[in-house]
């Protein structure tokens, strides 16, 4: 037993990735359908959008690029098709340069769906410069912040940016993030000079950085990672990619939490060579 | 189906099993899509800096507008670009000293009152508010959440030394940290299989008879590839 356990520990690691590919492929080409149990926090994002009066603006910025497209692109299909099925004025935009085109394609996929029309049902925004004090100009002046739309359309001429002279028009905020400039950007300039709500949307890496600030309240709700995006289309009645990918993440989780636990046991019961004290093998250790 | 969809579906399966071969070791597949990733993400960036920078916020409002303040902001940028010049390098120093002015004015403040003031009132809440129970979940979080600062901010408290009662304390602080640790390493895996499961959703997508299979002949001619560039690589006897 403790040869067979020193063999495993010495086992190629490619035999992992193996394992690892396994199990996020199979539930992926066959769902068995895990219950998606919704957390407190992303229930407060639908029941503030829920909350809202048709017509109030909400603002949507995609913060992220192509390199968190798993994670964040199925959060931004559902609050957009939330926000558009609860007849909301959306604004989209982005202050991540690298995330433009996408952020165009969801914010303009979505409103085709449901038949909204670009420039008085949606507005997209496009990216300006400056992270942090993109923010801060749009508190001064929205339209002076963005002269033009994303299409090069006047946004003091839209339909959709009526009656909106700056952030503090605007009804809520989520921004969906990889990084910064993001939700921290968004509450450390935005919401509590401009006195908007703001809830975010982020990958599982930040969403532990932001619970603190869920705490106090600085963001009203946070969407974390593919399993918050899941749990969001659980809320609305829609089975996107989160939901589609929850059985793949469960499994892989299972298979990593299972080999956790094996080498640990098999590195207490494999044969160990006595390493002396302050030597640099014990160091390493 | 668009051909730019069918061609882009093509591109995007292929580009994607070049990244994965690096997990049997590096080598040529790999690096081609590595190197081609850094220069299109540069290529976008600088195109779309050029549209939404320098014609958008520039260009047409100086030109089109008379918008002629913004030339200063735009020297400034220039001079930025001085210290690739010796002799006149010093010049940087005034658009660095507007950026760092002009940054610290701004952002400082607001951290504080974020980032500081927010967050101690919210580790100083009231563990008994009227019509709540004594004995609930909220007092124990409340509790819960000012032991951890308490006992992590002794932890970093290195002017004394940690013996006795904040010896114990420091400890209780490194368990906190660790208990962080482990959540933030644990919402890591959770986000990198995210991705593998987004690539694994898109390979699959592609191995459809709509995008002609492209996955599976794709993932036959890089496995092939590999044979082969394993074969060329071994000396000959």
């Known amino acids: ?285 | 189906m668009a051909a730019s969809v069918f061609i882009g579906g093509w591109v995007a399966a292929g580009l994607t099993l070049f990244m994965f071969s690096f997990l049997y070791k590096d080598n040529p597949f790999f690096r081609f899509g590595e190197h081609l990733y850094v220069g299109i993400s540069m290529g976008y960036i600088i195109i779309r800096i050029h549209y939404d920078v320098m014609i958008k916020s520039l260009y047409s409002p100086v030109t089109q507008e008379g918008k002629w303040w913004l030339v200063i902001p735009a020297l400034l940028g220039l001079l930025v670009l001085a210290r690739f010049i010796p002799k006149v390098s010093w010049l940087s120093r005034i658009s660095f000293a507007v950026i760092v002015g002009f940054g610290s004015g701004v952002a400082i403040p607001r951290i504080i009152s974020s980032n500081i003031l927010q967050q101690v009132q919210g580790t100083l809440k009231p563990i008994l508010n009227a019509g709540q129970r004594p004995f609930g979940m909220t007092q124990f979080n409340a509790l819960l959440i000012l032991a951890g600062v308490i006992t992590v901010l002794i932890y970093f408290f290195f002017s004394i030394e940690h013996k006795g009662v904040i010896q114990i304390s420091a400890r209780i602080g490194i368990y906190f940290l660790m208990i962080n640790f482990g959540a933030g390493f644990g919402y890591t895996v959770m986000a990198r299989m995210s991705l593998l499961i987004g690539r694994f959703d898109d390979l699959i997508l592609f191995a459809s008879r709509e995008y002609a299979y492209a996955s599976l002949i794709l993932l036959i001619l890089v496995t092939l590839g590999l044979v082969l560039w394993e074969r060329g690589r071994r000396p000959s006897s």
Request: hydrophobic share 45%; with cysteine.
């Open chain 1, 1 to 285: 037993m403790r040869e067979l356990a020193g063999k495993l520990l010495r086992l190629d690691r490619r035999a992992i990735f193996v394992l690892i590919a396994l199990a996020t492929l199979l539930p992926l080409l066959h769902p068995f359908g895990l219950p998606i149990r919704v957390s407190p926090e992303v229930k407060a994002v639908h029941d503030h959008i829920e909350s809202l009066p048709a017509g109030s603006l909400f603002l949507l910025s995609l913060d992220f690029d192509p390199a968190s497209k798993p994670e964040l692109y199925p959060m931004a299909v559902a609050l957009l098709k939330h926000a558009f099925k609860r007849d909301l004025r959306v604004i989209g935009m982005t202050l991540w340069v690298t995330g433009t085109g996408m952020a165009e394609k969801v914010v303009s996929g979505v409103a085709k769906e449901y038949g909204k029309r670009r420039g008085t049902d949606y507005a997209f925004l496009g990216y300006s410069p400056g992270g942090a004090n993109v923010i801060i100009n749009m508190g001064q002046d929205l339209t002076a912040t963005f002269p033009t739309d994303y299409y090069g359309e006047r946004t003091a001429d839209l339909q959709a940016l009526r009656g909106v002279r700056s952030l503090r028009q605007v009804n809520y905020v989520v921004s969906l993030a990889a990084g910064t400039p993001g939700v921290e950007s968004w509450y450390v300039y935005g919401k509590e000079k401009y006195g908007f709500e703001l809830g975010g949307g982020v990958t599982a890496v930040i969403a532990p950085g932001l619970y603190p600030f869920l705490n106090t309240g600085q963001i009203n709700g946070l969407i974390g990672g593919l399993r918050g995006a899941a749990e969001y289309e659980t809320l609305i009645g829609m089975k996107g990619k989160g939901v589609a990918g929850m059985d793949a993440q469960s499994a892989t989780h299972f298979v990593i939490i299972l080999l956790i636990l094996l080498c640990n046991l098999f590195y207490f019961i494999s044969p160990r060579t006595a390493v002396p004290r302050g030597s640099p093998e014990e160091v390493g250790r």
